[in-house]
DNA sequence: CCCAATTACTTCTAAATCGCAAGTAACCTT
DNA sequence: AAGGTTACTTGCGATTTAGAAGTAATTGGG
């Protein structure tokens, strides 16, 4: 494991996130552990914005450093791995509703699916219950 | 004006919004004209964590196209300009409150001033409401 | 058991971006 | 008119990213 980003900035916590989130990948690859129910490499390397391999396996790597994402090996096949968000990584859904009610407001022609999208904005926490009971519910042992 | 980023990945607001704000400097711009009151390009060139100068302008473009900021003339020095965020900018608010309640959480030796946590935590929409009267208050004619 | 397919990565290379230092142009100040 | 300030731009080496191709371990099929 490599060190996650070498130099610390400030103490801002705002620079400190970004040091860990702040690329074009880190939050695609979490909304997809996050909203999409995906776990295996494979699964998160066909994502509709085709990641390459190489970027996801630093991006993996260094989510893992941060303490936001954990790898365990697949009960039935030992070639396969799985991917889960940790509780440091599931405290980043409600970054992540925000940045998904910004875009669909201010960014064109940029869509969520309907049904998550007024779930997040009729009873949020409520919604955010129910991701949050999705992803703890397929935890590694 | 060039363009902000050349192609579109997906329509997923996540994947979009990080094509305008997912690097390490954006937002950190962002916060200093959103909390620390800065207005000019020397003020945000020596922010505390050091953007250099020909990235603090590539991003400042950026952001101007993207329709965050918006770039005018000083009233009283022609060779100054003032930058401000639009209500498209404002309207991050949210996303950087998030950004800060998980980066004091989860990131050790990270801090904000301490008032301004506090007011974030005990009244959100208290603090929301002072936060965005004060960037609309000097807002250019 | 053997071979092909699957899975999860590495490695390589070219292109893009970053960070620093230096330079420049327009304007103000004295 | 000379010097300082402000807001950049330019150049360049170093780092990072993207894409293609290759590899190693494992598994399923005949």
Chains 1, 2 share one sequence.
């Not at 939050?27 to 990641?51: A, C, N, P, Q």
């Not at 409600?94 to 998550?116: C, D, K, R």
């Not at 129910?130 to 042992?141: D, I, M, N, S």
Request: charged share 30%; with cysteine; hydrophobic share 35%.
């Amino acid at each position: 494991m490599k060190k996650s980003r070498s130099k610390r900035r400030s103490a801002c916590p705002i620079a400190n996130s970004l040091d860990i989130l702040g690329d074009r990948w880190s939050l695609v690859i979490i909304r997809d552990l996050m909203f999409r129910g995906k776990r295996e490499y494979g699964e998160l390397l066909d994502s509709e914005e085709g990641v390459s391999t190489s970027v996801l396996a630093a991006r993996l790597e260094h989510l893992q450093c941060a303490g936001i994402v954990t790898k365990t090996g697949h009960p039935d096949d030992l070639k396969k791995f799985r991917y889960h968000l940790t509780e440091k990584g599931i405290d980043l859904l409600p970054l992540m509703i925000e940045l998904v009610l910004w875009g669909t407001q201010y960014v064109p022609n940029t869509s969520a699916p309907p049904e998550i999208l007024k779930a997040m904005k009729k009873d949020r926490e409520e919604f955010m219950r129910r991701v949050k009971q999705e992803l703890k519910k397929g935890l590694p042992a």
